[in-house]
């Protein structure tokens, strides 16, 4: 009873006076003024956003949108770009080992979530569990997070929310950028460098990266080194276009290659030590069997027309997905998943005239999966989607007001299933002052089942089940409520948003009592209906000169609705974070440092006791508290930034945890201690360093 009301009034004074903190990458004054936070926040209000139909100042955006800028993502540790987000508030990630983790956003994720990139949505396998998003984090400049069903511009997949991955700005007309990167982890020895060059001359621009990373076997106080959570990724980029006054076009190719092994926990049943290759050392960067070979291939002309009166955008984009898993033998693939999918996007959006702003589009794919392997988890398949939509907005002094439609339609020739969606969005925002703002919107979400969930029928080596599908899933909707109010004076920045979201046909997987492969739990794909409440907030103070204390709250309450105790609850759900930073800059305008900091974080997960209980298919999540340090640089030589430096201790206390979104928490129990699963990664000291470097060519 202490502890819930612990809880309670720790819910009750997040939702008072708190607040979400974003700052402007490299923004805002740099000067020592006490202020610097204050004017940070407010440029931030002026930055244009893209996660909602065309371009919009931040304070003007109705749905709840947050940005991470290049510098939080480059002073945050992380294996993979998912992690680096996934810190941010309302933000978690369902992991498998050291580099794969896929997005939750406020309780939803897998194929409830869009991921942006090169200016078409990300196709891969984002079905499967045990593989990531196949996106280089070093070609990662900034990030939208789109908090929310935005299916109006998205279409389909879009019910939680986006996340948009933006690269870095191009270079000014007469430059060229250069930009060199590396970093080191203690705990797993991952190393990784990246190499950038980008320029422009006369509007001819172009942007080219490449990228490796490679780590072994991370460890813990617990299970020591972990066999099988090496990963080698590698990634490359090319962009050639044109940036003229009639607008721009652009091509760009990527490649990303990563080979993860497969963290199975088997255990010695006397000892309890997890099972090792005997042919590997514990710090091998070589991938050990079980292990994946991820490939994924993209290709996107991104065009902008400059019209009299608005401006005319087409994307088109082709990717493959190539996805090989290898069991017994590291030359013949059990698996293979190949993947085509084509996207295009075509949409017209107007000047603002006399405050109205008014867009049209029309987006979709064409996919088709196959399997080459002896083996296959889910059917092969043919999709196509289209989806059309409307949207307006009004400016009224202080007040934007817009609200919008669209239709989906998706073909998938598995049973030949069609599903269809009529969505849309109403949404206002109030500047009531330069300093504060409330913001109102409701929106409508659709997704179609994905082919995973229809027809999957086998195992799944990195999540350790076997799976099978439901063919007469429906499609889910949702109505989403939204309100935030964001405040930022002097001292103090604070901001909460309030969500509540309602879902019919929510399609999750139980645990069932069957075994359909010894070794291995078998769940099947059902669905009920849900309902989410939760928020975000966070208060940022900033009393004296150079220093802040920023504290932000997350929650999310997901239950399945009229379903007694142990399946009221939704699988998968974060549990309760706070997180807590005291940072203080030692130096503006330094002639030798600049921009110098050191900061101690807290971030301290509640007890998560809301699980789904049926058949064993979750369990409860003890609390855990993770103390980290970090400090970082810029390094200055005749008055130039030549480098910036970082180095972060996380987990400092090297506490042994599960996460409850850790698929490895469910592996074999330890015999010898009876903890069951793999635990989290321990201590880890991460070194950063950046160098940029620019050339006038003028």
Known sequence: MKKKYIFLLMLSYAAAVAAQVHRADDGGKQGGDSTDVFYRHLQLNEVMVTGVTGETKLKHSTAPISIVTGKELRQT???????????????????????????????????RIIVMNEGIRQEGQQWGDEHGIEIDGQNVGSVE??????????????????????????????????????EYQTNNGLFAYSVNGAGNHGGFVWDARFSDKRAHAYKNKYDGYVPGSQFQERAGRMMLGLDKRWGHSHLT???????????????????????????????????????????HYKAVWDNSLNLSKGWLKATVGYQQNRRQEFEESADEYELFFKLHTMTYDVR??????????????????????????????????RLFDMGGYGTVSKTLERW?????????????????????????SLGAVWNATDHLNVRMNVARGFRAPNMSELGSDGVHEGTVRYEIGNPDLKAEYSWQADLGVDFTSRYVSAQVALFANRIEHYVFAKRMDVVMEEGY????????????????????????????????????????????EETKYLPFTPAPRWTSELKYELTHHGRTLNNTYVALGVECFLRQNHYYQADNTETATPSYTLVNLSAGTDLLWG????AEL??????????AYQSHLSRLKYTDINMATGRQGVFNMGRNIVFKAVIPLIFETK
């Open 521 to 564: 739990r078998t769940y099947e794909y059902t669905q009920g209906d849900a309902r989410l409440l939760g928020f975000e907030a966070g208060v940022d103070f900033h009393p004296v000169h150079s220093l802040h204390f920023g504290n932000t709250f997350s929650y999310v309450d997901a239950r399945q609705l009229h379903q007694p």
């Open 400 to 424: 934007t007001l817009n609200g919008g439609v669209r239709y989906d339609n998706r073909h998938l020739d598995f049973g030949s299933r069609d599903f269809h969606g009529m969505t849309g």
């Open 253 to 295: 190719w990527t490649c990303y290659h990563l080979t993860p092994s497969i963290v199975e926990g088997e255990r010695d049943e006397e000892t309890g030590a997890l099972v090792r290759s005997e042919e590997l050392g514990v710090k091998s960067y070589r991938k050990a069997l079980p292990f994946q070979q991820v490939k």
């Open 646 to 655: 970082y180095v972060t201790a996380e987990n400092l206390l090297n506490r």
């Open 348 to 381: 017209y959006l107007t000047q603002e005239f006399d405050g109205w702003k008014v867009a049209v589009g029309v987006n979709g794919m064409w996919q088709r999966s196959r399997n080459l392997g002896e083996e296959s988890l889910i059917p092969e398949y």
């Open 77 to 111: 540790t992380s294996t993979n770009v998912i992690d680096a987000v996934a810190k941010q508030p309302g933000m978690a990630q369902i992991t498998t080992g050291g580099g794969i983790s896929k997005p939750i956003i406020r309780g939803l994720g897998y194929n």
């Open 145 to 182: 997070i789109l908090k929310g069903p935005a299916s109006l511009m998205y279409g389909s997949d879009a019910m939680a929310g986006v996340l948009i991955l933006h690269s870095a700005p191009l270079p000014l007309d007469g430059e060229v950028k250069v930009n060199v990167g590396s």
């Open 639 to 642: 008055g130039k930034k030549v």
